[in-house]
């Protein structure tokens, strides 16, 4: 529908939801310059969040009707774009139980009550991780590559990323235990958790995985395959409506 309305002529699309619906709208805008308008109404929020966009309505509303507008990259990912992080590994699965529980929680909570119930039984994965040509192997819990800062609800996965830079930031959870994930959620809201020394964080534009069992793929909160995949920046592909 965002295509062919782009195609249409409208130079506005308005996204009412959230990241899931960003998502698909994106998918849709990519490249054609016609600039995407948010008005936050989903569970995480969490590209609204990186954009430091109004969570509040209206305030929504009358940044869409002022209409500033700003380039933005893309990340690809088994042929689909996505606007903000895309991951694999323990947040995959965290992200089957989130649409499982959706309306059972009010917001955050329910990517809370996802991740701990998901670690119950989650095993972590031996990968090989390329990033722009060199090569590490990992047993990770999971791996984020990040176009914008925030996922699940409001993690700060990738402190440091911007949506306009040209490069995905890549955190790399490692061999971490139970208690060890346990004890370092509330650093992932806080964007501390990268002290820990089985967190990595790299920078790059192509990251490409590999993995010994099949591992399912997310980008934006949505399933989208599964290993081994690539991931490439799609630069200045999206034109987003900002404060």
Same mark, same amino acid.
């Given at each position: 529908?965002?295509?062919?309305?782009?195609?249409?002529?409208?130079?506005?699309?308005?996204?009412?939801?959230? =990241?899931?619906?960003?998502?698909?709208?994106?998918?849709?805008?990519?490249?054609?310059? %016609? @600039?995407? /308008?948010?008005?936050? &109404? +989903?569970?995480?929020?969490?590209?609204?969040?990186?954009?430091?966009?109004?969570?509040?309505?209206?305030?929504?509303?009358?940044?869409?009707?002022?209409?500033?507008?700003?380039?933005?990259?893309?990340?690809?990912?088994?042929?689909?774009?996505?606007?903000?992080?895309?991951?694999?590994?323990?947040?995959?699965?965290?992200?089957?139980?989130?649409?499982?529980?959706?309306?059972?929680?009010?917001?955050?909570?329910?990517?809370?009550?996802?991740?701990?119930?998901?670690?119950?039984?989650?095993?972590?994965?031996?990968?090989?991780? =390329?990033?722009?040509?060199?090569?590490?192997?990992?047993?990770?819990?999971?791996?984020? %590559? @990040?176009? /914008?800062?925030?996922? &699940? +609800?409001?993690?700060?996965?990738?402190?440091?990323?911007?949506?306009?830079?040209?490069?995905?930031?890549?955190?790399?959870?490692?061999?971490?235990?139970?208690?060890?994930?346990?004890?370092?959620?509330?650093?992932?809201?806080?964007?501390?958790?990268?002290?820990?020394?089985?967190?990595?964080?790299?920078?790059?534009?192509?990251?490409?995985?590999?993995?010994?069992?099949?591992?399912?793929?997310?980008?934006?909160?949505?399933?989208?395959?599964?290993?081994?995949?690539?991931?490439?920046?799609?630069?200045?592909?999206?034109?987003?409506?900002?404060?």
């Amino acid at each position: 529908m965002a295509r062919q309305a782009a195609e249409t002529g409208f130079q506005r699309i308005i996204s009412i939801g959230g =990241d899931g619906t960003i998502h698909e709208i994106a998918n849709g805008l990519a490249g054609t310059g %016609v @600039a995407l /308008g948010i008005i936050p &109404g +989903g569970n995480g929020n969490d590209f609204a969040r990186t954009m430091n966009l109004p969570r509040d309505p209206q305030r929504a509303l009358r940044c869409v009707a002022e209409a500033r507008v700003k380039a933005v990259d893309l990340g690809v990912v088994n042929g689909r774009y996505f606007v903000n992080v895309a991951g694999l590994g323990f947040d995959c699965e965290v992200v089957r139980e989130v649409s499982r529980r959706k309306g059972s929680f009010a917001g955050s909570l329910v990517y809370l009550y996802a991740v701990f119930k998901t670690l119950a039984s989650y095993t972590n994965a031996d990968v090989l991780i =390329d990033i722009d040509g060199t090569k590490r192997s990992r047993r990770v819990l999971m791996l984020a %590559v @990040a176009n /914008g800062r925030y996922y &699940g +609800g409001g993690m700060n996965v990738a402190p440091h990323a911007r949506a306009d830079d040209g490069a995905f930031d890549i955190c790399v959870a490692g061999d971490l235990t139970r208690p060890e994930v346990v004890v370092n959620v509330p650093k992932m809201y806080l964007g501390t958790h990268l002290s820990h020394p089985k967190v990595e964080y790299f920078r790059g534009v192509r990251v490409r995985v590999e993995s010994e069992r099949q591992l399912p793929i997310q980008c934006d909160g949505e399933l989208v395959g599964n290993t081994p995949a690539e991931f490439t920046v799609s630069a200045g592909s999206l034109t987003v409506i900002v404060p």
